[in-house]
């Protein structure tokens, strides 16, 4: 069974940086991050390919975040800088078999538990 862990999130200032990383117990899959606030639907952040060679992001970060991969480590990051308050949300990261940078939720299988990054103004 394929497992995934998030660490890194914590309360930071607008304007402030934080990085996230995913420990994943198998490196063979394309990879996501998610967030989902309070009251609102999961929303896509940012993907990142098998071989880490194709990334996407959504409009409201890009520019302020990186994604990441380590696969000799098994691991996958997000680089958050210039971050504002709507960026607080719980962040998940995903893996699925998707060949190249996937941004539908439904194209990763499998999930973490999540990490709670709060902005604060």
């Known amino acids: 069974q394929v497992q995934l862990a998030e660490s890194g999130g914590g309360l930071v200032q607008a304007g402030g940086s934080l990085r996230l990383s995913c420990r994943v117990s198998y490196s063979g899959y394309a990879m996501g991050w998610f967030r989902q606030a309070p009251g609102k639907e999961r929303e896509f952040v940012a993907a990142?390919?098998?071989?880490?060679?194709?990334?996407a992001y959504a409009d409201s970060v890009k520019d302020r975040f990186t994604i990441s991969r380590d696969n000799a480590e098994n691991r996958v990051y997000l680089q958050m800088n210039s971050l504002k308050p709507e960026d607080t949300a719980v962040y998940y990261c995903?893996?699925?078999?998707?060949?190249?940078?996937?941004?539908?939720?439904?194209?990763?299988?499998?999930w973490g538990q999540g990490t709670q990054v709060t902005v604060s103004s």
């Open positions: 990142i390919s098998r071989s880490g060679a194709n990334t």
């Open positions: 995903a893996g699925g078999v998707s060949l190249g940078a996937a941004a539908r939720d439904l194209e990763y299988a499998y």
